[in-house]
């Protein structure tokens, strides 16, 4: 199984990035996917994660309403478009896969809980 993210960098405080996760070697639509963020000297934390079908999504406070997830099955990869970014959102930004039941299965938050994991892509707002 691989999960290769991409599509961070650098962008001013109130810019937009979206960062993509293609997968391989999995059955994608078997999975929920989420985004977790690692900051320098930090615990990783959860993001966001949306189920199977792409029908439900959960995200945490902070980056609600300023941060969508969405999947294509078709290409198994699953985006993260990040709108409004702050200086605290920097971070290495990880997706992560969990095997799931049906699109009726309950959201994980913790990465504990995650089977796979992506290498990782960082994303810096400047102030």
């Known amino acids: 199984v691989q999960l290769q993210a991409s599509g961070g960098g650098l962008v001013q405080a109130g810019g937009s990035l979206r960062l993509s996760c293609v997968a391989s070697?999995?059955?994608?639509?078997?999975?929920?996917m989420g985004w977790f963020r690692q900051a320098p000297g930090k615990e990783r934390e959860f993001v966001t994660v949306?189920?199977?079908?792409?029908?439900?999504?959960e995200a945490a406070d902070s980056v609600k309403g300023r941060f969508t997830i969405s999947r294509d099955n078709a290409k198994n990869t699953v985006y993260l478009q990040m709108n409004s970014l702050k200086p605290e959102d920097t971070a290495v930004y990880y997706c992560?896969?969990?095997?799931?039941?049906?699109?009726?299965?309950?959201?994980?938050?913790?990465?504990?809980?995650?089977?796979?994991w992506g290498q990782g892509t960082q994303v810096t707002v400047s102030s």
């Open positions: 949306i189920n199977l079908s792409g029908t439900n999504t």
């Open positions: 992560a896969a969990r095997r799931q039941s049906t699109v009726y299965s309950s959201f994980y938050f913790k990465p504990g809980e995650y089977n796979h």
């Open positions: 070697g999995l059955i994608f639509s078997s999975y929920s």
